[in-house]
């Protein structure tokens, strides 16, 4: 089985595929409508000369025409290089010489022009083509139809589909070469336990180098489902309630952000507030039945459903309504923040896995979740532990190879088992616990490990917390850097009758540093001695992608940004 075979199969179906919005109006492209598109644009990319196994990259936001482009290279044997639309040119070139390419297509204008900077760097000639010169609107022959369906249908499971280059947070980045066999694997195996049908459908937004984002748009192909294609990320939020998903995929980060909205909203409103609590508390009794499977008392489920209905609906409907389960991944997630949106009725299923691993090989579902836990491994997935509590995977989820890179790889592969560099152990039911990047824990002066990715959910529990920094390798003792939620402080100010005259001084006002200091003295009664957060900073700065300080999957860059705030760093500890 191949991605080839999805294509084929895909024809067939005169269900909705895409949606997407023009205007003020969203249209609509059926499977026969959109597999139109799909032979167009293999028709067009035979006119630039693309032939099978030739590596061609991908450089846009995440748009329909994308995913079609997508399955006409994978459909026709050719390799494709997604590449993250914000890039720098240093990023940019080193994936375009070190992946081979021979043509890449650009979105926008300023992707062209950013070529045009870095072409003088290439090593071999590489052509650029503008997105919009490929031509969607004429109908292929049906001569050319005839040889993308022969070329889909001799499509081996040991073919390369795509080298996916990793966004990690330190050093330069992977390609993780994935074969057919991998995309099947995962996919198939994935969709069928969250047991999506083909009148579903999802909003998506997570961007196609990432391959969380690139295995949505695959299960739709398996599974038959709609795809709507979000405006943007700032458009997120009237989107859903435009679209009204049946399910969601995203990483933690998209997660965070609502309930500091909704988390901000309450905090405001003392009433409701009060509501809001009883609420959670009631959710919270009535999830441990449900876990249990033991009947929940009547008298608490009439408590829990009028509770529900005044609390958690604006949640709900902020989600279109019809939402029947989301998907976390690409990064950690604090479980206080998923039994949040379980308690809400939104069934929160965190999951774990790599680049390297085509994305999860561990999920939680509706029938088997244990909040905490990033579920039981899926499929033919194998775990075993290294000495130091490493996870150890194999699979046919996994990636070939490091492309070019054979040191890396022998690092990464011993005796078929991939290592994750993530430390984790199983639960007594089986499901997965991850414990910390091995890369990322910190080693204090006094010899002391501690996970700060522990300590940054943690932190962020705070509405009005952004983005986090823990330090502390090599150190005496455990220090934070902390961003703030700009819109969300403003608010809480207004309500607190705080006057400034700059945002600085609202930052470093007195009454918000000793609200901060309040949550952290409430984690660290929480911890160990050597773990607990002693000093912390505010920093002014908002972290993004395009500054540099945050991954594309949203994780903080721990190196650059250590970098970057070294003298402030300094100074908390002198």
Request: charge should be neutral.
């Amino acid at each position: 089985m191949t991605i080839g075979n999805w294509i084929i199969n895909a024809g067939q179906r005169d269900s909705v595929a895409v949606e997407y919005k023009v205007g003020s109006h969203w249209q609509q492209l059926s499977w026969t409508d959109y597999l139109e598109k799909v032979t167009s644009a293999y028709q067009a990319l035979l006119q630039l000369g693309v032939q099978p196994r030739q590596h061609v990259g991908l450089l846009s936001s995440t748009r329909w025409e994308w995913s079609a482009i997508d399955l006409a290279l994978l459909g026709s044997n050719s390799v494709v290089i997604p590449l993250y639309p914000n890039l720098s040119d240093e990023e940019l070139t080193f994936i375009v010489n070190h992946s081979d390419i021979s043509i890449l297509i650009a979105e926008t204008e300023a992707h062209q022009k950013q070529f045009e900077r870095i072409q003088q760097n290439l090593e071999r000639p590489v052509e650029c083509v503008p997105l919009q010169n490929i031509d969607f609107q004429t109908p292929a022959s049906e001569e050319t139809k005839q040889k993308f369906w022969d070329l889909c249908r001799n499509l081996k499971s040991s073919d390369v589909a795509t080298i996916v280059y990793t966004s990690g947070t330190t050093g330069r980045p992977k390609g993780a070469v994935l074969l057919h066999e991998a995309i099947v694997s995962e996919v198939s195996e994935s969709f069928d336990l969250f047991g999506v049908k083909p009148t579903d459908k999802a909003l998506t937004f997570l961007p196609y180098a990432h391959v969380l984002g690139r295995i949505e748009h695959w299960g739709s192909c398996y599974k038959g489902h709609a795809l709507a294609y979000a405006e943007s990320i700032e458009r997120i939020k009237s989107n859903l309630k435009e679209v009204k998903p049946d399910f969601l995929i995203a990483v933690p980060r998209i997660f965070e952000k609502v309930y500091s909205g909704i988390m901000a909203q309450v905090e405001t409103q003392k009433a409701k507030q009060k509501i809001f609590q009883m609420a959670i508390e009631t959710a919270k009794e009535v999830q441990k039945y449900r876990r249990t499977k033991q009947t929940i008392p009547w008298l608490l489920l009439l408590k829990y459903q009028g509770l529900h209905q005044l609390a958690f609906t604006p949640v709900l409907d902020a989600f279109g309504g019809r939402l029947k389960f989301v998907v976390s991944g690409g990064a950690p997630l604090d479980s206080e923040l998923s039994e949040f949106f379980w308690n809400c009725g939104i069934p929160l299923l965190e999951g774990y896995g790599l680049t390297e691993t085509s994305a999860a090989i561990t999920v939680n579902t509706l029938n088997n979740h244990q909040v905490g836990t990033v579920g039981k491994p899926i499929g033919d997935v194998k775990i075993k532990f290294a000495e130091d509590g490493e996870i150890l995977v194999k699979s046919k989820k996994c990636l070939k190879e490091y492309y070019k890179n054979p040191e890396e790889t022998a690092k990464a592969i011993q005796d078929g088992y991939f290592a994750t560099g993530d430390v984790g152990e199983l639960t007594s039911q089986g499901y997965l616990k991850i414990t910390d990047r091995k890369k990322d824990l910190i080693k204090t002066s006094g010899g002391k490990y501690v996970a700060p990715q522990k300590l940054e959910g943690l932190l962020k529990q705070d509405p009005l917390v952004s983005q986090v920094l823990i330090h502390g390798d090599q150190r005496k003792f455990i220090s934070a850097l902390i961003t703030l939620e700009e819109a969300q402080v403003k608010q809480w100010a207004t309500g607190q009758g705080i006057q400034y005259e700059t945002l600085a001084d609202l930052y470093h006002h007195p009454i918000l540093r000793a609200r901060l200091q309040k949550h952290i003295q409430n984690i660290n009664s929480k911890l160990a001695s050597y773990e607990s957060i002693k000093k912390f900073e505010v920093i002014l700065d908002t972290w993004t992608v395009e500054g540099g300080e945050l991954t594309p999957s949203l994780k903080a860059k721990r190196k650059f940004l250590e970098t970057k705030y070294a003298d402030l760093i300094s100074e908390i500890y002198d």
